[in-house]
C-alpha cells in the first residue's frame, strides 16, 4: 500500500502563488508516475499534471506556462508551483500515484491523497 498526503493548500489572491506538496510513504517501490488532479464545484475531476520517476511531465492546457510539475525522489515527495493563480484555479487539488505512467493520466491509479483545497479570490 501507498499513502499519499498533500499540503499547501489555502486562500489566495489573483495572480498569487502556491506551492503544493504531495508526500509518499509506504510500499512506493513501484510506484514511477505521479499526477495532480483537482476538482471543482460541480465539475468533474480534471487532470493538472503529471512526473514520471524521469521527469518527464505533462501539463493541462490550462495551466501550461503557469504551473510547474516537480518531485525529490530522496523524499518521496512530489511539488506543484503555481504562479499567476485564477479565480477558475480554485478547487481540491488531489495527487495520484502508480507505477504505470498511463493510469495516472488516465486517471485511474492505484493510490490517491485525500485533497488539499486551493481558493482563488479576491
Known amino acids: 500500500q501507498v499513502q499519499l498526503v498533500e499540503s499547501g493548500g489555502g486562500l489566495v489572491q489573483p495572480g498569487g502563488s502556491l506551492r503544493l506538496s504531495c508526500a509518499a510513504s509506504g510500499n512506493i517501490f513501484n510506484i514511477n508516475s505521479m499526477g495532480w488532479y483537482r476538482q471543482a464545484p460541480g465539475k468533474q475531476r480534471e487532470l493538472v499534471a503529471t512526473?514520471?520517476?524521469?521527469?518527464?511531465?505533462n501539463y493541462a492546457d490550462s495551466v501550461k506556462g503557469r504551473f510547474t510539475i516537480s518531485r525529490d525522489n530522496t523524499k518521496n515527495t512530489m511539488y506543484i508551483q503555481m504562479n499567476n493563480l485564477k479565480p477558475e484555479d480554485t478547487a481540491v487539488y488531489s495527487c495520484?500515484?502508480?507505477?504505470?505512467?498511463?493510469?495516472?493520466?488516465?486517471?485511474?491509479?492505484?493510490?490517491w491523497g485525500q485533497g488539499t483545497q486551493v481558493t482563488v479570490s479576491s
Open positions: 512526473i514520471t520517476s524521469r521527469g518527464s511531465t
Open positions: 495520484a500515484a502508480d507505477s504505470n505512467s498511463a493510469y495516472v493520466i488516465r486517471g485511474t491509479a492505484d493510490y
